[in-house]
């Protein structure tokens, strides 16, 4: 089983920043991609940032330029730093991970922008 931890959300007003992190534990192998996705209330659950095995990353048109995906192959670790953040970026943000044989979720962490 693979486990994922978010942290970092939390409430910062409009322009602010946040930096989340996922931690990663378990039987992981062969990792694909990893990424992070959010979910505002009421909506549904959107892609946010993706970044491959090989280190290639997309962006929703949202998150361009304001927001990069890292990942830390060694410690398992992935990071969403977040800049000139918006009232409509207000969710819950949820990790990704996906293998060759099954994709993970994480519990979320809620980021709330404040106007």
């Known amino acids: 089983q693979v486990q994922l931890v978010e942290s970092g959300g939390g409430l910062v007003q409009a322009g602010g920043s946040l930096r989340l992190s996922c931690a990663a534990s378990g039987r992981i192998s062969s990792i694909n991609a990893m990424g992070w996705y959010r979910q505002a209330s009421g909506k549904q659950r959107d892609l946010v940032a993706v970044i491959s095995s090989a280190g290639t990353t997309n962006y929703a048109d949202s998150a361009k330029g304001r927001f990069t995906i890292s990942r830390d192959k060694v410690k398992n670790t992935m990071t969403l730093q977040m800049s000139s953040l918006k009232p409509e970026d207000t969710a819950v943000y949820y990790c990704?991970?996906?293998?060759?044989?099954?994709?993970?979720w994480g519990q979320g962490t809620q980021v709330t922008v404040s106007s």
């Open positions: 990704n991970l996906v293998t060759q044989y099954m994709g993970y």
